[in-house]
């Protein structure tokens, strides 16, 4: 076994591009394992969890490296191995050009101001940067006349009030920061999935929400006009709704739009109120506002149609465009797994009683805590409903836990678990590990920009930890709630069929998964789905 170590200071690669760089250089013969990180110290212990990280090398250096630094970590079966992939990995770096159409090639634009000099057509910039610098980025592109697509998050609040003012004041879309998931004008950005063009369109403050409700009415046979990102943070006080109101604004206007989605995270009050008022227009109107008791807005609501899940919220949608949904992918196939889940819980060891939910997608784990408290009580989380329900510092687990691992505070210089599974996949061995754990719960969410095959990945993680427990003596549950569309890359099928092969129990609706999930600690599992034909 040989390492090789590379560290460039002051050097920032996004997420996308470090991931695509690891997988390549891993395929190559003789290399075991590779990591290629912006040298964060959550990074730096990923990379010691994984055998990757070059103490001897940090040891030498005048000063540790830091989140503007990175750092590229080969293991091989032996040097000459080792530096011909560190070798491979710094050409895909450093190579100046690249190819745009068979026999043509063109120089790389390094900035916003040449890129428009190059393309004075374009009108829509694409940023992802650090976060400390993307909100300058975003700034010369409003100057410039562009709309933004922000995927950069950690950018402070101050700049993103004040950068969506100026894309007010200039009439433009600021899709962001952290701002996932778009499809404009039927061209996916960030993760998105592929799905029809057709007559509904969606706004949202929320990625992973975006894609499931996409996902969920591409499946009912319909099809999106626009999705428009705004951001997670749109709804919050500090905010106020601004780009909600702008993308509200444009798909009233929008010909092919029939029915529009709004979707969030849980919002703030008053901003909720405002954005429901702003909302009664002409065409019908679905608003998830995940988190808060649709009844709590009844009244503020006028012509608005609330609902209280993505899969509640895509059959509201896709009903008011005239179609059945009965071919959606719901609760009601819970029924169907209700012996298989019963069987499940009475195979768990006397010291298993808990829920480990590791999530990917932040909306997905709100609306999964937001069902399985309602049965199991209070749910620990990074992102927690109630201010009490916090994580302890220093733990890992604490009773029925949550974590949505794709927060600001797990993806600061390293590429989200949708792209790279490493940092899911020691937190699902740990969980595999405790006894005390009961069943685990995970959102694999396909489309673009996702891992290219998350399956083979998780698959392989999933038999091992069942394998482990079982000679342990304990049975381990798994369950996925699988988002994505037979047109993906990953494709949605062969997903599912890797899945289920490893022992896993797979549902394309996150509700469903959340409720199975509760079905086998809850010892009224019946009561579960007395509740879950009520969603019908």
């Not at 005239?322 to 298989?340: N, R």
């Not at 927060?407 to 937190?427: A, K, N, V, W």
């Not at 595999?432 to 673009?448: K, N, Q, R, S, W």
Request: include cysteine; aromatic fraction near 4%; glycine fraction near 8%.
């Amino acid at each position: 076994m040989a390492f090789q170590t590379l560290l460039q200071r002051n050097t920032y690669y996004d997420s996308i591009t470090l991931m695509s760089l690891a997988q390549a250089v891993k395929a190559l013969p003789g290399v075991e394992d590779i990591g290629a990180v912006m040298a964060t110290e959550l990074n730096r212990e990923l990379l010691r969890n994984s055998n990757l990280l070059p103490e001897d090398f940090l040891a030498g250096l005048d000063k540790p490296p830091g989140p503007e630094d990175l750092l590229i970590v080969v293991r091989a079966e032996n040097q000459e191995i080792a530096a011909a992939a560190l070798k491979a990995a710094q050409d895909r770096l450093t190579s100046h050009v690249e190819q745009v159409s068979e026999g043509a090639t063109t120089t790389p634009v390094r900035t916003i101001e040449k890129a428009v000099q190059r393309d004075p057509d374009a009108n829509l910039a694409v940023i992802s940067v650090a976060g400390e610098h993307a909100w300058l980025e975003a700034q010369q592109a409003l100057e410039a006349g562009l709309h933004v697509f922000l995927f950069s998050d950690n950018v402070p609040v101050e700049q993103e009030k004040r950068l969506k003012s100026l894309a007010v004041e200039k009439g433009l879309l600021l899709m962001g920061p952290d701002c996932g998931t778009a499809i404009i004008n039927g061209v996916g950005l960030g993760f998105s999935n592929v799905v029809p063009r057709g007559s509904i369109g969606v706004v949202g403050a929320s990625g992973t929400g975006m894609q499931e409700i996409t996902c969920l009415i591409a499946a009912a046979g319909l099809g999106i006009s626009q999705a428009i990102g705004t951001g997670g943070r749109d709804l919050s006080e500090a905010i106020g709704g601004v780009m909600t109101r702008k993308g509200l604004e444009l798909l009233a206007d929008d010909p092919q739009t029939e029915v529009i989605v709004l979707v969030s995270k849980p919002p703030a009050e008053r901003v909720a109120r405002e954005i429901l008022a702003a909302a009664q227009l002409q065409k019908p109107v679905v608003a998830v506002f995940l988190g808060a008791d649709p009844e709590r807005f009844a009244q503020a609501a006028g012509k608005v149609h609330l609902a209280r899940t993505l899969t509640e919220g895509a059959e509201l949608a896709v009903t008011l465009a005239g179609v059945s949904a009965d071919q959606m992918p719901g609760k009601g196939v819970l029924l169907q797994y209700q012996a298989k889940l019963a069987g499940e819980r009475e195979k768990l060891a006397p010291s298993q009683h808990y829920i480990r939910a590791l999530y990917s997608g932040g909306t997905l784990c709100d609306e999964a805590m937001l069902l399985m408290s309602e049965h199991v009580g209070p749910i620990a989380s990074n992102i927690p409903l109630r201010p009490e329900w916090a994580f302890s510092e220093g733990k890992t687990f604490q009773g029925h836990t949550a974590l949505d691992l794709g927060s600001d505070e797990f993806t600061r210089g390293r590429p989200h678990p949708m792209i790279d599974p490493t940092l899911r996949l020691q937190y699902l061995s740990r969980a595999a590990d405790d006894p005390e754990t009961a069943v685990i719960l995970l959102d694999i969410v396909l489309g673009f920009c996702s891992h290219p095959n998350p399956a083979g990945i998780y698959a392989q993680a999933i038999s091992q930890a069942r394998g482990k427990a079982a000679r342990d003596g304990r049975s381990l549950p798994v369950i996925i709630s699988l988002c994505g569309t037979e047109g993906d890359p990953q494709r949605l099928s062969t997903q599912r069929t890797v899945l289920e092969a490893a022992g896993a129990l797979v549902f394309e609706s996150n509700i469903a998964a959340a409720l199975a999930a509760v079905s086998i600690v809850d010892k009224n599992a019946s009561d579960i789905f007395t509740v879950e034909a009520s969603y019908e």
